[in-house]
Protein backbone atom coordinates (compact mmCIF):
# COMPACT_ATOMS: atom_id res chain seq x y z
CA UNK A 1 0.00 0.00 0.00
CA UNK A 2 1.39 3.82 -0.76
CA UNK A 3 -0.13 6.40 1.12
CA UNK A 4 -0.19 9.63 -0.62
CA UNK A 5 0.37 12.53 1.95
CA UNK A 6 -2.89 14.77 2.01
CA UNK A 7 -1.96 18.22 3.53
CA UNK A 8 -3.95 20.73 0.83
CA UNK A 9 -1.25 21.15 -1.49
CA UNK A 10 -3.56 19.87 -4.48
CA UNK A 11 -3.44 16.99 -7.21
CA UNK A 12 -3.30 13.69 -4.41
CA UNK A 13 -6.12 12.62 -6.43
CA UNK A 14 -4.53 12.35 -9.77
CA UNK A 15 -2.08 10.80 -8.16
CA UNK A 16 -4.13 8.38 -6.80
CA UNK A 17 -6.02 7.95 -10.28
CA UNK A 18 -3.19 7.01 -11.62
CA UNK A 19 -1.95 4.42 -9.40
CA UNK A 20 -5.22 2.98 -9.81
CA UNK A 21 -4.49 2.74 -13.52
CA UNK A 22 -1.68 0.67 -12.86
CA UNK A 23 -3.58 -1.86 -10.26
CA UNK A 24 -1.26 -0.20 -7.08
CA UNK A 25 -3.25 0.33 -4.26
CA UNK A 26 -3.15 3.47 -2.42
CA UNK A 27 -5.09 5.11 0.38
CA UNK A 28 -4.90 9.50 1.19
CA UNK A 29 -3.91 10.47 4.17
CA UNK A 30 -2.80 12.89 6.88
CA UNK A 31 -2.41 10.07 9.70
CA UNK A 32 1.17 9.59 10.75
CA UNK A 33 0.77 5.78 11.74
CA UNK A 34 -0.44 4.95 8.21
CA UNK A 35 2.22 6.97 6.78
CA UNK A 36 4.87 5.51 9.02
CA UNK A 37 3.60 1.80 8.21
CA UNK A 38 2.86 2.22 4.54
CA UNK A 39 4.84 0.63 2.17
CA UNK A 40 5.50 3.44 0.22
CA UNK A 41 5.20 7.19 0.74
CA UNK A 42 4.15 9.98 -1.77
CA UNK A 43 4.46 13.19 -1.30
CA UNK A 44 3.10 15.65 -4.03
CA UNK A 45 2.29 18.77 -4.59
CA UNK A 46 0.79 21.85 -6.35
CA UNK A 47 0.55 25.21 -4.35
CA UNK A 48 3.02 27.52 -2.53
CA UNK A 49 6.08 26.38 -0.23
CA UNK A 50 5.39 28.32 2.95
CA UNK A 51 1.80 27.46 3.19
CA UNK A 52 2.62 23.91 2.31
CA UNK A 53 5.36 23.87 5.03
CA UNK A 54 2.84 25.06 7.84
CA UNK A 55 0.17 22.70 7.11
CA UNK A 56 2.63 19.51 7.41
CA UNK A 57 3.62 21.58 10.44
CA UNK A 58 -0.08 21.50 11.70
CA UNK A 59 -0.32 17.45 11.33
CA UNK A 60 3.44 16.97 12.50
CA UNK A 61 4.00 15.38 9.51
CA UNK A 62 6.96 17.75 8.84
CA UNK A 63 8.99 16.10 11.48
CA UNK A 64 8.01 12.43 10.60
CA UNK A 65 8.82 12.77 6.54
CA UNK A 66 12.58 13.39 6.98
CA UNK A 67 12.81 10.13 9.71
CA UNK A 68 10.79 7.65 6.69
CA UNK A 69 12.72 4.61 6.41
CA UNK A 70 10.66 3.37 3.48
CA UNK A 71 10.57 4.58 -0.42
CA UNK A 72 9.54 8.12 -0.66
CA UNK A 73 8.76 9.97 -4.10
CA UNK A 74 8.56 13.54 -3.82
CA UNK A 75 6.14 15.18 -6.93
CA UNK A 76 7.13 19.28 -7.80
CA UNK A 77 6.13 21.18 -4.61
CA UNK A 78 6.89 17.69 -2.71
CA UNK A 79 10.39 17.50 -4.22
CA UNK A 80 11.12 21.38 -3.64
CA UNK A 81 9.86 20.66 0.16
CA UNK A 82 12.25 17.58 0.20
CA UNK A 83 15.20 20.46 -0.15
CA UNK A 84 16.32 22.95 2.55
CA UNK A 85 15.20 26.06 1.90
CA UNK A 86 13.01 27.39 -0.55
CA UNK A 87 12.94 31.05 -1.97
CA UNK A 88 9.16 31.22 -2.25
CA UNK A 89 7.99 32.72 1.08
CA UNK A 90 11.58 32.30 2.29
CA UNK A 91 10.92 29.09 3.67
CA UNK A 92 12.71 25.85 6.14
CA UNK A 93 11.86 22.68 4.20
CA UNK A 94 12.80 19.23 5.52
CA UNK A 95 16.33 19.07 4.67
CA UNK A 96 16.12 15.26 3.28
CA UNK A 97 18.06 17.13 0.07
CA UNK A 98 20.96 19.37 0.89
CA UNK A 99 19.87 21.85 -2.06
CA UNK A 100 18.07 24.97 -2.10
CA UNK A 101 14.48 25.95 -4.28
CA UNK A 102 15.44 29.56 -6.14
CA UNK A 103 12.55 31.18 -8.27
CA UNK A 104 13.45 31.27 -12.18
CA UNK A 105 14.71 34.18 -13.34
CA UNK A 106 13.14 37.34 -14.49
CA UNK A 107 12.50 38.45 -18.20
CA UNK A 108 11.54 34.74 -19.05
CA UNK A 109 8.11 33.01 -19.12
CA UNK A 110 7.37 31.28 -15.69
CA UNK A 111 6.12 28.99 -14.78
CA UNK A 112 8.08 26.38 -16.64
CA UNK A 113 4.66 24.89 -18.44
CA UNK A 114 4.31 22.40 -20.61
CA UNK A 115 6.47 19.24 -22.18
CA UNK A 116 9.88 19.45 -22.19
CA UNK A 117 12.99 16.83 -22.23
CA UNK A 118 14.70 15.32 -19.57
CA UNK A 119 18.42 13.89 -19.59
CA UNK A 120 21.57 12.89 -18.15
CA UNK A 121 18.90 10.04 -16.43
CA UNK A 122 20.16 7.47 -14.06
CA UNK A 123 18.84 5.57 -11.02
CA UNK A 124 16.24 3.13 -10.52
CA UNK A 125 13.33 5.89 -10.62
CA UNK A 126 13.67 5.98 -14.31
CA UNK A 127 14.81 3.40 -15.68
CA UNK A 128 13.55 3.19 -19.33
CA UNK A 129 12.66 7.16 -19.34
CA UNK A 130 15.99 8.09 -21.53
CA UNK A 131 15.21 10.84 -24.26
CA UNK A 132 11.84 11.37 -22.83
CA UNK A 133 9.48 14.66 -22.63
CA UNK A 134 7.56 14.95 -19.40
CA UNK A 135 4.97 17.44 -18.17
CA UNK A 136 6.02 20.42 -15.85
CA UNK A 137 4.14 23.15 -14.36
CA UNK A 138 6.63 25.27 -11.97
CA UNK A 139 8.33 28.99 -10.95
CA UNK A 140 10.80 27.45 -8.71
CA UNK A 141 13.85 25.36 -9.74
CA UNK A 142 16.43 23.24 -7.63
CA UNK A 143 19.47 23.54 -9.24
CA UNK A 144 21.71 20.73 -10.19
CA UNK A 145 23.37 18.98 -7.28
CA UNK A 146 25.14 15.74 -6.09
CA UNK A 147 21.81 14.11 -5.73
CA UNK A 148 20.17 15.13 -8.72
CA UNK A 149 19.60 11.99 -11.21
CA UNK A 150 17.93 13.75 -14.30
CA UNK A 151 18.38 17.22 -15.59
CA UNK A 152 16.20 19.55 -17.58
CA UNK A 153 16.69 22.60 -19.21
CA UNK A 154 14.92 25.64 -19.40
CA UNK A 155 16.23 29.20 -19.09
CA UNK A 156 18.48 27.31 -16.99
CA UNK A 157 19.54 23.03 -16.52
CA UNK A 158 18.06 22.24 -13.03
CA UNK A 159 17.20 19.08 -11.28
CA UNK A 160 14.41 17.18 -13.30
CA UNK A 161 14.44 14.60 -10.39
CA UNK A 162 16.50 13.75 -7.24
CA UNK A 163 17.59 10.89 -5.00
CA UNK A 164 18.86 10.45 -1.71
CA UNK A 165 19.30 6.90 0.05
CA UNK A 166 15.17 6.05 -0.01
CA UNK A 167 14.14 9.19 -1.22
CA UNK A 168 13.04 10.35 -4.91
CA UNK A 169 11.83 13.04 -6.00
CA UNK A 170 10.22 14.55 -9.65
CA UNK A 171 10.17 18.15 -10.33
CA UNK A 172 7.74 17.14 -12.93
CA UNK A 173 4.46 15.80 -12.76
CA UNK A 174 4.79 11.40 -13.59
CA UNK A 175 0.54 11.15 -12.98
CA UNK A 176 0.25 14.12 -15.91
CA UNK A 177 3.23 12.57 -18.29
CA UNK A 178 1.31 9.90 -20.33
CA UNK A 179 3.32 6.68 -20.31
CA UNK A 180 6.61 7.42 -19.55
CA UNK A 181 4.81 8.73 -16.13
CA UNK A 182 3.55 5.63 -15.80
CA UNK A 183 6.37 3.29 -16.02
CA UNK A 184 8.15 6.15 -13.25
CA UNK A 185 5.27 5.15 -11.23
CA UNK A 186 5.46 1.79 -11.78
CA UNK A 187 9.31 1.79 -11.34
CA UNK A 188 8.33 3.53 -8.05
CA UNK A 189 6.09 0.73 -6.97
CA UNK A 190 8.67 -1.27 -7.83
CA UNK A 191 11.47 -0.11 -5.57
Known sequence: MIAIIQYGAGNTGSVQNALNRLGVQSIITDDAATIKNAEKVILPGVGEASTAMQSLATTGLDKLIPTLRQPVLGICLGMQLLCNRSEE?????????????????????????????????????????????????????????????????????????????????????????????????????AI
Open 89 to 189: GDTTCLGVFDADVIKFPTGHIVPHMGWNNITDIKGELLLGANDADVYFVHSYYVPVCADTIATCNYILPFSAAMQKNNFYATQFHPEKSGGIGEQILNNFS
